[in-house]
């Protein structure tokens, strides 16, 4: 098969995915991405406090060591206003915890003793972490988690749904207005996932239940853009297997040609998303 016959199947195949895809674009976020694991590629750092930050970049955790995420966040952490900047060794601590915490979830996985689970954290962090960087780190979880099992145990002992509910509104006024907030927020995310299992319209009556009409139709319009892409991820890495089985090209046709399909069907700012979905892929 001559050069020309090759490049016309290579166009053949582009112009199908092209026909079936769109062109994905997001922000520039240049300025971030070289802290960034390729899954937290067109993501932003959650600075809403110091431990999200530390989840942020621990997200990656499953696909790189320890040493490259502490490196990462140095990086980042440099960048910063000196009054900014976060306690790296607090990072290494909260990294330790997170293995030790993910071996006790393991050992009780069955049979979980709630109660007994919630004091055996309480005493990983004492063994971690001073008394302030616990407060600092978590106190409103342990504070939710104490809350979580004072509802189940009125849930228990209540006699009807009324004692329930008044028993429980008695003890979530007794909380600040912020916490007694992030409460009933915690709950409201519960909530919203429990819905996950139901058709599309059954999900959308409890969303709206839930949250009102407007945030249903949000919630709705992006679970409809991830499914979206999702798919089109998918169509693609179809047509990229086709191409890397195609035995008439050589290495550096099948390069060239995949490189041409990314480029017709995706945004140069996701390149580095769609490579890391690929090598997921061919795991």
Same mark, same amino acid.
């Given at each position: 098969?001559?050069?020309?016959?090759?490049? #016309?199947?290579?166009? #053949?195949?582009?112009?199908?995915?092209?026909?079936?895809?769109v062109?994905?674009?997001?922000?520039?976020?240049?300025?971030?991405?070289s802290?960034?694991?390729?899954?937290?590629l067109?993501?932003?750092i959650?600075?809403?406090?110091?431990?999200?930050?530390?989840?942020?970049?621990?997200?990656?955790?499953?696909?790189?060591?320890?040493?490259?995420?502490?490196?990462?966040?140095?990086?980042?952490?440099?960048?910063?206003?000196?009054?900014?900047? /976060? $306690?790296?060794?607090?990072?290494?601590?909260?990294?330790?915890?997170?293995?030790?915490?993910?071996?006790?979830?393991?050992?009780?996985?069955?049979?979980?003793?709630?109660?007994?689970?919630?004091?055996?954290?309480?005493?990983?962090?004492?063994?971690?972490?001073?008394?302030?960087e616990?407060?600092?780190?978590?106190?409103?979880?342990?504070?939710?988690?104490?809350?979580? /099992?004072?509802?189940? #145990?009125?849930?228990?002992?209540?006699?009807?749904?009324?004692?329930?509910?008044?028993?429980?509104?008695?003890?979530?006024?007794?909380l600040?207005?912020?916490?007694?907030?992030?409460?009933?927020?915690?709950?409201?995310?519960?909530?919203?996932?429990?819905?996950?299992?139901?058709?599309?319209?059954?999900?959308?009556?409890?969303?709206?239940?839930?949250?009102?009409?407007?945030?249903? $139709?949000? /919630?709705?319009?992006?679970?409809?853009?991830?499914?979206?892409?999702?798919?089109?991820?998918?169509?693609?890495?179809?047509?990229?297997?086709?191409?890397?089985?195609?035995?008439?090209?050589?290495?550096?046709?099948? $390069?060239?040609?995949?490189?041409?399909?990314?480029?017709?069907?995706?945004?140069?700012? /996701?390149?580095?998303?769609?490579?890391?979905?690929e090598?997921?892929?061919?795991?």
């Amino acid at each position: 098969m001559n050069r020309c016959s090759k490049i #016309g199947k290579v166009s #053949g195949l582009l112009a199908v995915m092209i026909t079936g895809l769109v062109i994905f674009s997001t922000p520039d976020k240049n300025n971030y991405n070289s802290f960034k694991a390729d899954a937290q590629l067109n993501t932003q750092i959650d600075k809403t406090s110091d431990r999200d930050t530390f989840e942020y970049f621990l997200s990656d955790l499953v696909d790189n060591d320890t040493d490259t995420i502490m490196h990462r966040f140095e990086r980042y952490n440099q960048q910063l206003e000196s009054s900014e900047r /976060l $306690e790296t060794a607090l990072l290494g601590k909260y990294m330790r915890y997170k293995a030790a915490l993910a071996t006790l979830k393991r050992d009780n996985n069955l049979n979980v003793d709630f109660q007994d689970l919630h004091q055996q954290m309480l005493l990983l962090q004492r063994a971690f972490f001073t008394v302030d960087e616990q407060y600092h780190l978590f106190s409103e979880e342990n504070l939710l988690r104490e809350l979580a /099992l004072l509802k189940k #145990g009125i849930k228990e002992s209540a006699q009807s749904s009324e004692e329930f509910q008044q028993r429980w509104e008695f003890e979530l006024n007794k909380l600040p207005p912020v916490l007694r907030n992030s409460f009933r927020n915690a709950s409201l995310l519960a909530a919203l996932n429990e819905t996950n299992i139901l058709d599309t319209q059954s999900q959308f009556i409890a969303r709206e239940a839930l949250v009102g009409s407007e945030a249903a $139709e949000r /919630l709705r319009i992006l679970d409809q853009q991830r499914t979206d892409f999702d798919r089109h991820v998918h169509s693609y890495l179809i047509t990229r297997d086709v191409i890397l089985n195609n035995a008439s090209f050589d290495d550096i046709e099948k $390069e060239q040609a995949i490189t041409d399909l990314r480029k017709s069907l995706f945004d140069n700012s /996701l390149w580095r998303r769609i490579e890391a979905l690929e090598r997921i892929h061919d795991r």
